[in-house]
Nanobody, 124 residues
Framework: QLQLVESGGGLVQPGGSLRLSCAGF????????IAWVRQAPGKEYEGVSC????????VYRDSVKGRFTISRDYAKNTIYLQMNSLKPEDTATYYC?????????????????WGRGTQVTVSS
């Protein structure tokens, strides 16, 4: 079974940066669309960004466009989410999720493998 392990979360001041990593174990991530999903306290899950398996195309939710960048390193079997210009409203637990699919990824798709999450707190 595919295992996803996130790292890189922490406490950062507004305007700061963090890079989240998602490492895959047991299977290569090559055929999987990968999405970062977050959940703020008391709120529902929301898709942040995804990257496609077939062509590395990317999708971002409007509130993070221009600030976040998703990428994948095939050699390291790892997905990254570079987060710049962080805002307090970005505070949430961030989950790496995956689904085996060669169609372009979408933040509305159902992702069936989830990591345990990493906490991101943006506060002064």
């Amino acid at each position: 079974q595919l295992q996803l392990v996130e790292s890189g979360g922490g406490l950062v001041q507004p305007g700061g940066s963090l890079r989240l990593s998602c490492a895959g174990f047991e299977y290569t991530l090559d055929p999987y669309n990968i999405a970062w999903v977050r959940q703020a306290p008391g709120k529902e899950y929301e898709g942040v960004s995804c990257i496609s398996a077939a062509d590395r195309s990317t999708v971002y939710r409007d509130s993070v466009k221009g600030r976040f960048t998703i990428s994948r390193d095939y050699a390291k079997n790892t997905i990254y989410l570079q987060m710049n210009s962080l805002k307090p409203e970005d505070t949430a637990t961030y989950y790496c999720t995956a689904t085996r699919d060669f169609r372009p990824c979408s933040l509305d798709d159902e992702y069936d493998s989830w990591g345990r999450g990493t906490q991101v707190t943006v506060s002064s």
